[in-house]
């Protein structure tokens, strides 16, 4: 699980970033970031009902994200509020799919230090 001063928890917040971010595109997933002046990154996580009506489906992604994101919070340079959202087509992929695809958007995005 995060920490809870890396998640975004306000539905303005997420609007916030929806409205004023940087789009990244990389496989299935989108990547909106948009600057805080918080001192460390935050995420938040949307996995709509176009990628699968199951809801046990969308909180196994949401939850894969999550955990991925956490493994990589240590490497992340920059201090932003981050949406990771989920595209039809990533309910498909494995762990190691779906963390090479975060690892991309993030180098993409310049969160993450290319290692």
């Known amino acids: 699980m995060l920490p809870r001063e890396n998640r975004i928890k306000k539905e303005k917040e997420i609007e916030r970033v929806l409205k004023q971010g940087t789009k990244f595109y990389k496989g299935f997933l989108v990547l909106k970031t948009a600057e805080n002046f918080l001192g460390n990154p935050r995420f938040g996580f949307i996995v709509s ?7 046990n489906v969308r909180n196994q992604i949401k939850r894969r994200l999550r955990e991925l994101t956490r493994a ?3 490497k992340i340079t920059r201090n932003a509020d981050i ?4 595209v039809p087509g990533l309910e498909t992929k494995d762990f190691q799919e779906m963390g090479r695809i975060i690892n991309n958007l993030f180098v993409l995005a310049k969160i993450l230090n290319k290692k």
Do not use: W
Not at 49 to 55: A, D, F, L, Q
Not at 83 to 86: G, S
């Open 49 to 55: 009902k176009k990628v699968s009506k199951k809801s």
């Open 72 to 74: 990589r919070l240590k």
């Open 83 to 86: 949406l990771l959202i989920a």
